[in-house]
């Protein structure tokens, strides 16, 4: 996130014990884009995203003085809206197909050299591949490749060990090495 974590929760105990809009605000707006952006990948809709964003952020306010004892708010928020993204998609039966913007294709580019159309074709082979993956899996590729979050972090927002982590990004990476096989030089 944006703000340090002393300001986080600085602006987070002034919420709870003050009911400061001020600094609600700042905490919605350091708040929203990454949460946007994971909503949005889950289910889809961008509309639907932003009221699952929108209405976790005012779960937020509603907390009262309980927000002071949230110990890791992004933890909280992230977790927040991914029980609200699996409990629509439980609710609608819909399959998982992100948008996914390509954190690494610089890297992919710098490494070799391809002319933009390639690094066009390869963008949409990896988004491709990268919708396709299984719910959790997708989820936690998002949330360390995209969002940058680390290992532990991940682990605590999904509830789920780092060892799962670390195969679903095994599982994730193996299936984008396979589909750009064609792309990849054989050393």
């Not at 002071?68 to 809206?81: G, M, N, R, S, W």
Request: proline share 3%; charged share 25%.
């Amino acid at each position: 996130m944006q703000l340090p974590i002393k300001d986080i929760l600085y602006l987070q105990h002034r919420v709870a014990y003050l009911r400061d809009e001020v600094a609600y605000k700042k905490l919605f707006i350091n708040y929203y884009n990454p949460l946007h952006r994971f909503a949005t990948a889950i289910v889809k809709n961008n509309e639907l995203a932003e009221e699952m964003v929108s209405d976790t952020m005012m779960k937020v306010w509603d907390a009262g003085t309980k927000l002071a004892l949230v110990e890791k708010l992004d933890a909280y928020l992230f977790t927040a809206i991914k029980n609200s993204c699996l409990t629509y998609l439980h609710k609608q039966k819909l399959q998982i197909v992100p948008v996914h913007d390509v954190a690494d294709a610089d890297a992919i580019h710098n490494e070799t050299a391809y002319t933009a159309v390639e690094a066009t074709e390869i963008e949409k082979i990896i988004n491709v591949t990268v919708s396709k993956l299984p719910p959790q899996c997708l989820m936690v590729y998002k949330l360390i490749k995209e969002e940058g979050f680390s290992y532990k972090k991940v682990s605590c927002i999904l509830e789920i060990s780092q060892n799962t982590l670390e195969t679903h990004i095994r599982i994730a990476l193996k299936r984008i090495k396979a589909a750009l096989s064609n792309y990849l030089v054989q050393q």
